[in-house]
């Protein structure tokens, strides 16, 4: 593969040779619709063509990138982007409509997990299968079965066919025998989040003593802690063209601002047969700026503005911190003086200001208003704004507590 002028996101750590090269990728897919499919359809519905209703979905326009050898490069952006499509292309499943993709080495793709796998063959007949197919010889592949069946944690079940396996089991076996592929360059959809925690943490060991060998290894992945955590570099694709390419925590802050952009001004729940209600609810940081994507321990404030429609007593807000599963978190109310006797149009702020104590993962803000005097809930609970923290305490992790040193002297010490 020629060379090329430098790419200025690439870092001394991934200045290497070329791995992999994408100038000016476009592909589209021909959808149809509204297509009788036979005669009597055709004659019912005279407007319907036979075959020829369709149009043209343009998933990639002119994607353009480079990857160095032993680089561990992410793929990000949502769903329908055109991520997973680009890898498809990478590894020649898809043809391009145009552009070119040159790889320099042997590609192995695990785009899907478990495919190629005989649900009447048992685990030592699938490894043989398919570690043939991934370039071992059947006495290589027959070696390496028990450090395959080891990796994946199923000794006990060697003699049980896959059909009888746990969707979990094929998947752990899947990834095991993938990490025995004699390629140069990985091409990997989403496989980070296999098995259990543990399992999780040695399969993310593996890919990074793929990489120390020299390995190229391109992930396409929604979750944002693993780019930060694994990746040189990361790409995030937005309808089907480069948004944004280089440092991982960059690119993770913009698929979380692109992600939640909808949202962009906070729905303004309850209508107005409300006598009060939140109009308004961001989280800033400590500049005041709007935030959706954030670190642990990081200075933040919840801002809110609160709307009179009838005249109404004291209120208090309470604003709830909870996962997207809906577990709470964290909770924080209002002074009661803070807002007062709030007439019609009439407008009250509260903030409330904190170091994120949360762990990696997305959160949403919940929120409601009550009377002080009556006690009455004026405004039921709201889950209006979303947000995640994308650096800092592991995955899975709800709190995560600052440590502070501290020491003690053992009895006998001096």
Known sequence: MTSEPADPTL????AGPLSVRARGVTKSFRVLSNQSETLKEHLLNPGHLLGRDERRLVALNGIDFEIRAGEFFGIVGRNGSGKSTLL???????????????VAGRIAPFIELGVGFNPELTARENVALNGVMMGLSITEANDRYEEVLDFAELQDYTDLKLKNYSSGMQVRLAFALMLQARADVL???????????????????SLQFLRSQGKTIVLVTHDMAAVQRHCDRAMLIEGGVVDTIGDPTEVADRYVEISYEEHAHPERTGGTNLRARVSRIELRDADDNPVRAVHSGQPLQIVTEIEG?????????????????VIRVAAMVSNAEEIRNLGPGERAEVRFEFDCPLGVGDYMLRYYLSSVDE????QPTSQAFPFSVIKGAAAGTLVAIPYGKSSRRMDGER
């Open 11 to 14: 870092t001394p750590q991934t």
């Open 187 to 205: 091409l990997i959809d989403e496989v980070l989040a296999v098995g259990d925690a543990a399992f999780q943490r040695k399969c993310s060991d």
């Open 375 to 378: 006690g009455e809930l004026i």
């Open 309 to 325: 429609n009838e005249p109404v007593g004291d209120l208090l807000l309470y604003v709830e911190i909870a996962t997207s599963s």
């Open 88 to 102: 498809k292309l990478m590894a020649s499943i898809y043809h391009l409509d145009s552009g070119e993709i040159e």
